[in-house]
């Protein structure tokens, strides 16, 4: 492994007021797939005069570009999905009730009686169900398909919102002790490190941010940001779920995927991607050598924007780092404060010491 | 005894199979490869993603820039979780049946190995792979030698029957013994500048022949591999069988090869008298989709060796439909490219 690069000052990243009062921002969000500009504009605002560059591309993806000092260094591609998953309204049926559907992977069984906010506007409204004392036995063990339920604006309905506008849960955030408790955890805890990775660059390297579009229905934002970058590395910063719960046998959970509390999630397969293994050993090493807990992401299903990364041009090395998070893509999440600091400390740390030799193939 | 005389695509065709590589590991794979062909290529490079990419001649007047894509990586599985006894979990690397697991060996990377056990099931029921297990002879957590993230592959020595071959990894590696044999073959007086690509993460999803076929940018393609065959008792319902010849691909679920290939390559059999039978297949996906869904679109097609048991470790061809094959692809490379019409 190179040896570890002097940075020019430590970081020490903090959940204080005003880290908690950016992120309770970006978590409170509307920012559906194909309509991120809530969040962009956070971002944007956070970073104006960080920056040595920053875009719009076509598609939405935010690009950022802050350059390093020195020869031969790596251009790394730090990849955040800003979207969340939500609802889209489809059809206005008058009396402020609205047909809707689903965008991205949200359980049916999530919904009922969930309140949520509509449009760029936050118009409340609740997703209802028949109340209990209307029900059968029979129609209470069944799960109402997206298909049945209805978002209900109240009086006026029509004036507020209409067909195609997002909508998301209510959800604001808490901090319940060592616990953030949000909706959209996934992924505004990656936007947020990544605004802190820019806004405390190390400069050894060029450091290409994108925050990225449509991660949820497909890795859409991610496949062009990382055409336009060109980049020597991909690294997609994200927040993956935790299964850490007794099982209900009694019996030893191996099935897990993330702990809380066990600190960053570094991949090595999922269903996008298979990690470069010299990446992973440069993030184990990091952790390793800066005494910051780590875990391994359970190799199984699922995809970040490093199945995209990966696959660009000529293809880009790539790997993902993920904060733990239980109850993801639900009303409402958690995660540890501890174990998103830690995901911070670590990405900073390795990109510190980053150099060209990482590249080089051992064979 | 008397010396048996060497056989050299035997010997070829062993080292390639008994080499691990499932996808994402295809490090000692891919210096087999590079031994065995270091003396006959004019520039080698590895790419980003590893896939090794090996260049013979340049464009002469008439010529045209080809791709001919092996894929050097193998189905796999690796470990998700060591429990408290010391037995590793798994999951698949690619397409692994829970059916051929049962009582395997494996090897690991580093070199050690394992067995495959299983929870008890349901007389009468499939077993699934989240019930089954690797067993490393360790005896907790704490003297278990892997850990999660590490990559095994089936581990079988291969098998010389005579007239058929087996081994785990016939997929792909037969088809890198026809590429670099075919390499062989490549005559100075040919006017084409050949890309040969040992592509890496077919398996996972024809990852490395997307970025391969991207940087080589070629103007016609062939992907090398291996197809299903109808053969076998009860099996199939597919044209190609084995010792019938290499197979043209005219389709398969992931790509239409290019007509106009299609008929270069029954062209080129025909002008060699070799056989050839033509494959239709209903299922799968090969390079030859990655190289003709590149930048702007490349004619494309397929070179198949009929095979079966595909995806267990006991992958069967016919010796004779390799050697067809390796004629069917260096007679391809060697002349002058004539595509028809659309």
Same mark, same amino acid.
């Given at each position: 492994?190179?040896?570890?690069?002097?940075?020019?000052?430590?970081?020490?990243?903090?959940?204080?007021?005003?880290?908690?009062?950016?992120?309770?921002?970006?978590?409170?969000?509307?920012?559906?797939?194909?309509?991120?500009?809530?969040?962009?504009?956070?971002?944007?605002?956070?970073?104006?005069?960080?920056?040595?560059?920053?875009?719009?591309?076509?598609?939405?993806?935010?690009?950022?570009?802050?350059?390093?000092?020195?020869?031969?260094?790596?251009?790394?591609?730090?990849?955040?999905?800003?979207?969340?998953?939500?609802?889209?309204?489809?059809?206005?049926?008058?009396?402020?009730?609205?047909?809707?559907?689903?965008?991205?992977?949200?359980?049916?069984?999530?919904?009922?009686?969930?309140?949520?906010?509509?449009?760029?506007?936050?118009?409340?409204?609740?997703?209802?169900?028949?109340?209990?004392?209307?029900?059968?036995?029979?129609?209470?063990?069944?799960?109402?398909?997206?298909?049945?339920?209805?978002?209900?604006?109240?009086?006026?309905?029509?004036?507020?919102?209409?067909?195609?506008?997002?909508?998301?849960?209510?959800?604001?955030?808490?901090?319940?002790?060592?616990?953030?408790?949000?909706?959209?955890?996934?992924?505004?805890?990656?936007?947020?490190?990544?605004?802190?990775?820019?806004?405390?660059?190390?400069?050894?390297?060029?450091?290409?941010?994108?925050?990225?579009?449509?991660?949820?229905?497909?890795?859409?934002?991610?496949?062009?940001?990382?055409?336009?970058?060109?980049?020597?590395?991909?690294?997609?910063?994200?927040?993956?779920?935790?299964?850490?719960?007794?099982?209900?046998?009694?019996?030893?959970?191996?099935?897990?995927?993330?702990?809380?509390?066990?600190?960053?999630?570094?991949?090595?397969?999922?269903?996008?991607?298979?990690?470069?293994?010299?990446?992973?050993?440069?993030?184990?090493?990091?952790?390793?050598?800066?005494?910051?807990?780590?875990?391994?992401?359970?190799?199984?299903?699922?995809?970040?924007?490093?199945?995209?990364?990966?696959?660009?041009?000529?293809?880009?090395?790539?790997?993902?780092?993920?904060?733990?998070?239980?109850?993801?893509?639900?009303?409402?999440?958690?995660?540890?404060?501890?174990?998103?600091?830690?995901?911070?400390?670590?990405?900073?740390?390795?990109?510190?010491?980053?150099?060209?030799?990482?590249?080089?193939?051992?064979? | 005894?008397?010396?048996?005389?060497?056989?050299?695509?035997?010997?070829?065709?062993?080292?390639?199979?008994?080499?691990?590589?499932?996808?994402?590991?295809?490090?000692?794979?891919?210096?087999?490869?590079?031994?065995?062909?270091?003396?006959?290529?004019?520039?080698?490079?590895?790419?980003?993603?590893?896939?090794?990419?090996?260049?013979?001649?340049?464009?002469?007047?008439?010529?045209?820039?080809?791709?001919?894509?092996?894929?050097?990586?193998?189905?796999?599985?690796?470990?998700?979780?060591?429990? /408290?006894? =010391?037995? #590793?979990?798994?999951?698949?690397?690619? %397409?692994?049946? *829970?059916?051929?697991?049962?009582? !395997?060996?494996? +090897?690991?990377?580093?070199?050690?190995?394992?067995?495959?056990?299983?929870?008890?099931?349901?007389?009468?029921?499939?077993?699934?792979?989240?019930?089954?297990?690797?067993?490393?002879?360790?005896?907790?957590?704490?003297?278990?030698?892997?850990?999660?993230?590490?990559?095994?592959?089936?581990?079988?020595?291969?098998?010389?029957?005579?007239?058929?071959?087996?081994?785990?990894?016939?997929?792909?590696?037969?088809?890198?013994?026809?590429?670099?044999?075919?390499?062989?073959?490549?005559?100075?007086?040919?006017?084409?500048?050949?890309?040969?690509?040992?592509?890496?993460?077919?398996?996972?999803?024809?990852?490395?022949?997307?970025?391969?076929?991207?940087?080589?940018?070629? /103007?016609? =393609?062939? #992907?090398?591999?291996?197809?299903?065959? %109808?053969?076998? *008792?009860?099996?199939?319902?597919? !044209?190609?069988? +084995?010792?019938?010849?290499?197979?043209?691909?005219?389709?398969?679920?992931?790509?239409?090869?290019?007509?106009?290939?299609?008929?270069?390559?029954?062209?080129?059999?025909?002008?060699?008298?070799?056989?050839?039978?033509?494959?239709?297949?209903?299922?799968?996906?090969?390079?030859?989709?990655?190289?003709?869904?590149?930048?702007?679109?490349?004619?494309?097609?397929?070179?198949?060796?009929?095979?079966?048991?595909?995806?267990?470790?006991?992958?069967?061809?016919?010796?004779?439909?390799?050697?067809?094959?390796?004629?069917?692809?260096?007679?391809?490379?060697?002349?002058?490219?004539?595509?028809?019409?659309?």
């Amino acid at each position: 492994m190179a040896k570890k690069m002097e940075a020019p000052k430590m970081f020490k990243p903090k959940m204080g007021k005003k880290e908690l009062e950016l992120l309770g921002k970006l978590t409170n969000a509307l920012a559906v797939s194909g309509d991120e500009q809530e969040i962009r504009q956070i971002v944007m605002d956070e970073l104006e005069g960080f920056a040595d560059e920053m875009r719009v591309d076509h598609l939405g993806n935010v690009l950022v570009t802050k350059l390093g000092k020195g020869k031969k260094r790596l251009r790394v591609m730090v990849a955040a999905h800003m979207d969340e998953v939500g609802f889209m309204l489809i059809k206005d049926e008058g009396k402020g009730i609205f047909e809707f559907r689903t965008v991205g992977g949200i359980d049916p069984r999530q919904l009922v009686g969930k309140q949520v906010i509509v449009g760029r506007d936050h118009v409340p409204g609740i997703i209802g169900a028949k109340a209990i004392h209307l029900t059968t036995p029979q129609e209470r063990k069944q799960v109402l398909p997206v298909t049945q339920l209805r978002i209900d604006l109240g009086p006026g309905g029509s004036t507020k919102a209409k067909p195609g506008d997002r909508a998301t849960f209510a959800t604001e955030l808490q901090v319940l002790g060592p616990t953030l408790c949000a909706k959209a955890l996934d992924n505004r805890l990656g936007v947020y490190n990544l605004i802190q990775l820019v806004k405390n660059a190390p400069e050894n390297i060029d450091l290409l941010a994108a925050f990225t579009v449509q991660e949820e229905v497909g890795l859409r934002g991610a496949k062009v940001a990382a055409f336009s970058f060109n980049p020597d590395i991909g690294i997609a910063i994200d927040s993956t779920p935790a299964f850490d719960l007794p099982d209900y046998h009694g019996e030893e959970n191996t099935q897990y995927r993330t702990h809380l509390d066990g600190g960053p999630a570094i991949y090595v397969m999922d269903g996008a991607t298979i990690a470069d293994r010299r990446l992973v050993d440069w993030l184990v090493d990091t952790a390793k050598a800066e005494n910051i807990p780590w875990q391994f992401r359970q190799p199984a299903p699922g995809g970040t924007d490093a199945g995209a990364i990966h696959r660009v041009r000529e293809g880009v090395p790539s790997v993902s780092v993920s904060v733990p998070g239980r109850y993801a893509h639900s009303a409402a999440g958690m995660a540890r404060i501890d174990d998103e600091l830690n995901t911070l400390k670590l990405l900073h740390a390795a990109l510190a010491r980053l150099d060209e030799k990482i590249l080089l193939r051992q064979e | 005894m008397a010396e048996k005389k060497k056989d050299n695509l035997l010997e070829l065709i062993k080292r390639l199979v008994e080499t691990p590589g499932p996808s994402g590991q295809e490090h000692q794979i891919r210096a087999a490869v590079r031994e065995e062909i270091e003396g006959y290529a004019d520039e080698i490079r590895t790419d980003a993603l590893g896939n090794l990419i090996v260049r013979v001649g340049s464009k002469k007047a008439g010529g045209m820039r080809v791709m001919v894509s092996a894929h050097i990586d193998e189905i796999g599985l690796m470990v998700t979780h060591i429990d /408290e006894k =010391g037995f #590793a979990r798994f999951l698949s690397i690619g %397409g692994v049946s *829970p059916l051929t697991c049962l009582g !395997n060996r494996v +090897l690991f990377m580093d070199g050690t190995r394992g067995v495959i056990g299983m929870e008890s099931i349901e007389p009468g029921t499939m077993p699934t792979l989240d019930k089954m297990y690797i067993d490393t002879g360790a005896t907790s957590a704490k003297d278990c030698p892997v850990q999660v993230g590490d990559v095994c592959g089936f581990e079988r020595p291969f098998l010389d029957m005579g007239k058929r071959l087996v081994a785990k990894s016939m997929d792909d590696r037969i088809a890198a013994a026809i590429a670099i044999e075919a390499m062989k073959l490549v005559k100075k007086t040919s006017p084409n500048e050949i890309y040969f690509v040992f592509s890496v993460q077919e398996e996972v999803g024809i990852r490395g022949a997307t970025t391969a076929a991207y940087g080589v940018n070629p /103007e016609v =393609g062939i #992907a090398v591999d291996v197809t299903g065959v %109808g053969d076998t *008792p009860k099996g199939f319902k597919l !044209n190609v069988e +084995l010792g019938n010849g290499p197979a043209i691909k005219v389709r398969d679920s992931s790509f239409i090869a290019d007509p106009r290939v299609v008929q270069w390559m029954v062209n080129e059999a025909k002008a060699q008298k070799l056989p050839y039978q033509m494959e239709v297949l209903t299922f799968g996906g090969t390079d030859g989709r990655a190289i003709q869904m590149t930048r702007e679109g490349v004619p494309a097609g397929c070179l198949s060796i009929g095979s079966r048991y595909i995806h267990t470790p006991s992958e069967m061809v016919d010796r004779a439909d390799v050697e067809n094959s390796i004629k069917l692809l260096a007679g391809l490379l060697n002349n002058k490219i004539e595509l028809g019409e659309l």
